[in-house]
């Protein structure tokens, strides 16, 4: 077997891969991000017989049995992985720097060691001295717990591999390297072999290894973006590092449903989860001011009430200014043509700002007839009842459409004690049931207005 190498040219942004320099990657777009890599080039003597494989089998002959999942105790966690951890998946976590990923991670690592599970964490970044200051600040730890600070991917292989454990940490891939392969830690061709020892370990030894990874300034996971279609579970931890409440968030996941989101609030001792997060959202939600309505948003398969604000006022300027926080900035341009297309109300010129409040970024359509009713609360300066809720998708029409699980929104907004309930007309049958709650069906925005 005859062995040399060759160089080969990765996109940093998307992992494109590409035998010459070229000034914009053809797969993101972007510009003057690709790097030169030397790879290892192996050549080896082909015989004329193919190596056996695995027999094909029926459908019907695979044995389907519930997957045996270990909980973490952190009910906000279990309910983003899909009901707890699997034994054997390989789990993402990415989000911004000092953002808790490593707190967040610690705590798991705290509750399975607690239930005498063998447990390894991996630290690239820190040193032991520095994770042990973090671990005194969250709690006791069981001996269960393994600590090793360590980069070199063989070694963490063997270490694995002689410690038997039944969850592994890493923090984090991009500081992870491989002696066969000659470029810097971080690059694209060693965090794809990286991700790739770890997935063959996990699933060869039936482990659960959690992989922080790093992300950019548009807060992707850093790395290619085979990264992420290599492991089962994606999860993103987001929120404003000076406020004091977290994210995390399922953008992908094998053995549960996705966009799946859990709330933590950050302490002195670590994360706490924020068993109701609706409660959470609204508290300090001034009273009796216009602009400011509640709507129901639903994130995987949890309904959210959230404070939409919006503030409408004169402009001086040529060209007003338009400002949306927290939700789709062209969203809201869109819904101020229409309601100065079908409703004549004379938004041009006027500037126009949208806030979602709490600091959440919300992208779901149901918010439309929220955002509709504030802008216009605020224009006329009139005041919605504090105890109505709305949510409904708007169209270019101005009618009010349909939006999925209506009785669940319905459901939660009784349980926090609202009384009125503004909805799609076509969605009423599917919350009729509900009582408690005065439920007005509304075909259009102008529908909606009459009725407050």
Known sequence: MAKGKSTVFFCQNCGYESAKWMGQCPGCREWNTFVEEAVPKTVTKTTGRSRAGGEPVCLASIDLKEEERLTTHMEELDRVLGGGIVPGSLILVGGDPGIGKSTLLLQVCQQLAGDGRKVLYISGEESLRQIKLRAARIGSFADSLRLLCETNLSAIEETIRREQPQAVIIDSIQTMYGEEISSAPGSVSQVRESTHVLMQLAKGLNITIFIVGHVTKEGTVAGPRVLEHMVDTV??????????????????????????????????????????????????????????IVACSLEGTRPILIEIQALVCRSNLAMPRRTAAGTDYNRVNLLLAVLEKRLNLPLSGCDAYVNIAGGIRIQEPA?????????????????????????GEVGLSGEVRAVSQAAQRVQEARKLGFDTVILPAVSMEQAADISGVRLLGVRTVKDAVQLL
């Open 235 to 292: 999860l993103y931890f987001e929120g404003d590092r000076h406020a004091s409440y977290r994210i995390l968030r399922s953008v992908k996941n094998r053995f549960g449903s996705t966009n799946e989101i859990g709330v933590f609030e950050m302490k002195g001792n670590g994360l706490s989860q924020v068993p109701n997060p609706s409660e959470y959202m609204l508290s300090g939600k001034p009273e009796g001011a216009s602009g400011s």
């Open 367 to 391: 918010l439309d007839l929220g955002i509709v009713l504030a802008l216009i609360s605020s224009y006329q300066d009139k005041v919605i009842s504090d105890r109505t809720l709305v949510f």
